[in-house]
């Protein structure tokens, strides 16, 4: 049995109406026919939204992982630089230990024996290294190594710390030492009896004279030739009016026949401050400065401490 198929032509005369026949056994295979081609779209249009919406997915991951890769470069390149500064900092503190070895050369100070040097030995000089050839590294690595560097920076200035207040610590000292160190003459005159042994003026026998006397003027000004302490101020038997001054580091001066005392027992002195006036107080032969230099209560030769 067959079915009609009704089919409309319209041509340029008018519209003709024509029948056709198709065979009724072919209408199951055009449904089906009609079904898959259906089937066919919908998976077609599914697959293309599928792809559309994977593209998006996979531009989207692909700006993301170039994203991530700038910053990973950009920090790679902050790591290198902070690594870079790190050996500029390793070699500026080299700098300061050699600076610190001149300083106690010209000074003469203790060379602390041991400190020969600040870091290892070993790998290239940091002064060469390029920040963009320390990308190249592995970033562990590179981490690892300045965790190091770290290290060896903290390790290393606090010794340099230390080395250089035992270095202020000693310089003071020697300022102290030289401030206390008598060194110019307390007056100017002439050299009337020297250190030693002599034949006193007044018996007339060999006696150890344990100063030199100065002849001057009587009410000349006599100065302190070093910092530091008047221990006593007064008249002392033969001395006659005399002034002690204890400068510390077991220095002290002794000054006698003084006319006129201008410091009082207790008083701080500085070097080139007048402390008394020439005169010919106790046993003396006439206006002049007695005058002593002991190191630990041993007198010695004051001539050895007049650098003017």
Avoid: C
């Amino acid at each position: 049995m067959n079915t009609k198929l009704t089919v409309l032509i319209i041509g340029a005369t008018g519209a003709r109406v024509r029948q056709a026949t198709i065979p009724k056994s072919w209408f199951p295979a055009s449904v089906l026919l009609f079904v898959g081609i259906l089937i066919v779209i919908f998976f077609g249009i599914s697959d293309y939204l599928r792809l559309k919406e994977e593209s998006k997915r996979i531009h989207s991951l692909h700006f993301n992982l170039q994203t991530q890769t700038e910053q990973i470069t950009h920090q790679k390149k902050q790591i290198a630089k902070f690594s870079h500064k790190i050996n500029q900092l390793k070699l500026e503190l080299a700098d300061l230990h050699d600076f610190e070895h001149k300083i106690r050369v010209i000074a003469n100070l203790d060379p602390q024996e041991g400190r020969t040097s600040l870091f290892g030995v070993g790998g290239s000089d940091p002064a060469q290294s390029d920040p963009m050839d320390m990308i190249q590294q592995d970033v562990q690595e590179l981490i690892r190594d300045m965790h190091d560097d770290v290290q060896q920076i903290d390790h290393a200035s606090s010794d340099q710390q230390k080395a250089f207040v035992s270095i202020y610590d000693q310089l003071e000292s020697k300022r102290n030492l030289l401030a206390a160190t008598p060194s110019i003459r307390p007056v100017e005159g002439w050299i009337s009896s020297r250190f030693g042994r002599r034949q006193s003026p007044f018996t007339g026998r060999r006696e150890f004279h344990r100063g030199v006397d100065i002849a001057v003027q009587s009410g000349t000004p006599i100065i302190a030739p070093a910092d530091g302490v008047v221990t006593y101020s007064g008249r002392k038997g033969l001395m006659g009016k005399m002034i002690t001054i204890d400068h510390g580091f077991g220095m002290v001066t002794r000054y006698g026949h003084m006319k006129e005392l201008l410091k009082k027992s207790g008083e701080r002195v500085k070097r080139g401050e007048t402390i008394a006036r020439v005169g010919n107080t106790g046993r003396s032969t006439g206006p002049h400065l007695h005058y002593e230099v002991r190191l630990n209560g041993v007198a010695v030769n004051p001539m050895n401490y007049f650098l003017n």
